[in-house]
C-alpha cells in the first residue's frame, strides 16, 4: 500500500521549507522531502547578508537550520529522500521516492531548484566561498572597490558585469568567443561601461592565490597560431554561464521552457498540472535569491490550500 499525503513538498531549500511553514499552519500535513542537499545552495555559501530580518547576517547553514525548525514546529514532516520519478497526471499524483517508495499526493509543491554551471575547473572548487561565485547579486558587496572577473558572454553574464561595475573598481568581462550572444543593448551597455574590460576569445585556464583567489591565469586565441597565455589580478571570479534547473524528472508532463525552468501561470506558482506547483528557482531564471524562493513557496503552499478547499 502506498502512503497518501495532502501535500508533497520536493526540495529542502528556502521555497521547500517555506511551502512547508505556510501548509504545516494550514492544516495540510505537508510531507517533505529533502533530497540530495538538505537545506539547499545557501548551505554552501558562509555569510548570508540580504535575507530580511537578519541585521548582523547569518551563515547559510544556520538561516536553514532556522527554516526547518519553524517549520517542524507546525508538524511539517520531513523526510530524508530523494524523488527519482514522478507522475504528476495520475490522480493522485504518485511520486516515488528513493526508487522504492510511492507515495500518492493530490497536491505537489516543486522546488527543487536550479544548480549554477562552472567551467570544471578544479580551482573552482578549491576557492568555493574564497573568492568564486555564481552570483554577483548575492556576493558583490564583499568586493566593493576591488576588482573581479565575470566570465560569460550571454545576456546574465553583461547583467552581473553591469551590477559589479556599480560595486568594483575594475570588471574583466571573460570572453570565451571573439564575439557575445548577449543582446545588442546589453553588448553597447557593457562596451559603453568604463569599468568592464572585455576580453574576447580568453578561457581560463585556473586560478591562484594565498588565502583566496588573487588572480587568474588566462589562455587567448587558445589553439591557434597567436595563442598566449597571461594572468590578470583579481579578487572575485564570477561565473556567469548558466544554471542548469533540476527538472529532469518531471520533462514531458511540465511545460518547461527552452532551458528547463518549469513555467508558472503569470504572478503564481501554478503549473500546466492541476494541483502541482513550482516554487523557487526551479521555476525562476530571473531573480534566484533566498527572499524571492520563500516569497514563491509562501504563495505555492497557498495555492495548494485554495486548490484543496475547491
Ligand atoms: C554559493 C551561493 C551563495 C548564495 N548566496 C545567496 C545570498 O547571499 N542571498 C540570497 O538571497 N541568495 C543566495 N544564493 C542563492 C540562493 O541560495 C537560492 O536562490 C535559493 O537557495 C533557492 O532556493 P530554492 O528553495 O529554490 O532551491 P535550493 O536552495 O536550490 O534547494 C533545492 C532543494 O531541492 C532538493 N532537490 C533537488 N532535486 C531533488 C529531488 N529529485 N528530490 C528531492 N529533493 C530534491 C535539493 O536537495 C535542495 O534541498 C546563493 C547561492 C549559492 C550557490
Known amino acids: 500500500m502506498s502512503e497518501k499525503v495532502r501535500c508533497l513538498i520536493i526540495g529542502s531549500g528556502p521555497a521547500g521549507y ?33 535575507f530580511p530580518g537578519y541585521p548582523e547576517g547569518i551563515t547559510g547553514t544556520e538561516l536553514m537550520e532556522d527554516l526547518k525548525k ?10 530524508t529522500g530523494i524523488v527519482t520519478a514522478a507522475d504528476l497526471k495520475a490522480s493522485p499524483k504518485k511520486i516515488t521516492v528513493d526508487g522504492k517508495t510511492v507515495i500518492e499526493a493530490d497536491t505537489v509543491i516543486i522546488s527543487t531548484g536550479a544548480t549554477a554551471k562552472y567551467l570544471g575547473l578544479p580551482d573552482e572548487a578549491k576557492y568555493a566561498g574564497m573568492g568564486v561565485s555564481a552570483c554577483a547579486t548575492c556576493d558583490g558587496f564583499f568586493y566593493r572597490k576591488k576588482v573581479v572577473a565575470v566570465v560569460g558572454g550571454g545576456d546574465t553574464a553583461c547583467e552581473e558585469a553591469i551590477y ?41 585556464l585556473g586560478l591562484f592565490g594565498e588565502n583566496g583567489v588573487e588572480g587568474a591565469h588566462l589562455i587567448r586565441h587558445k589553439g591557434e597560431a597567436n595563442e598566449e597565455k597571461f594572468d590578470i589580478a583579481i579578487d572575485g571570479f564570477f561565473l556567469a554561464i548558466g544554471h542548469k534547473p533540476n527538472t529532469d524528472i518531471f520533462a514531458g508532463q511540465l511545460d518547461l521552457d527552452e532551458v528547463g525552468y518549469i513555467k508558472t501561470v503569470p504572478n503564481l506558482t501554478s ?8 516554487a ?23 495555492e495548494a490550500e485554495r486548490y484543496l478547499s475547491e
Open 271 to 278: 503549473t500546466n498540472i492541476p494541483g502541482v506547483f513550482a
Open 280 to 302: 523557487g528557482d526551479v521555476a525562476d531564471p530571473i531573480f534566484r535569491q533566498a527572499i524571492t524562493a520563500a516569497g514563491s513557496g509562501c504563495k505555492a503552499a497557498i
Open 18 to 50: 517555506t511551502a512547508a511553514i505556510y501548509a504545516s499552519r494550514a492544516n495540510l500535513s505537508p510531507v517533505l522531502y529533502e533530497g540530495i542537499q538538505p537545506g539547499g545552495q545557501l548551505t554552501t555559501t558562509t555569510e548570508v547578508e540580504n
Open 164 to 204: 559589479l561595475s556599480g560595486l568594483a573598481s575594475k570588471v574583466y568581462l571573460i570572453v570565451r568567443k571573439p564575439f557575445m550572444r548577449a543582446s545588442k543593448v546589453m553588448q553597447d551597455r557593457v562596451e559603453k561601461n568604463e569599468k568592464i574590460e572585455i576580453l574576447y576569445n580568453t578561457n581560463t
Open 70 to 79: 519553524q517549520a517542524e514546529k507546525y508538524g511539517a514532516d520531513i523526510r
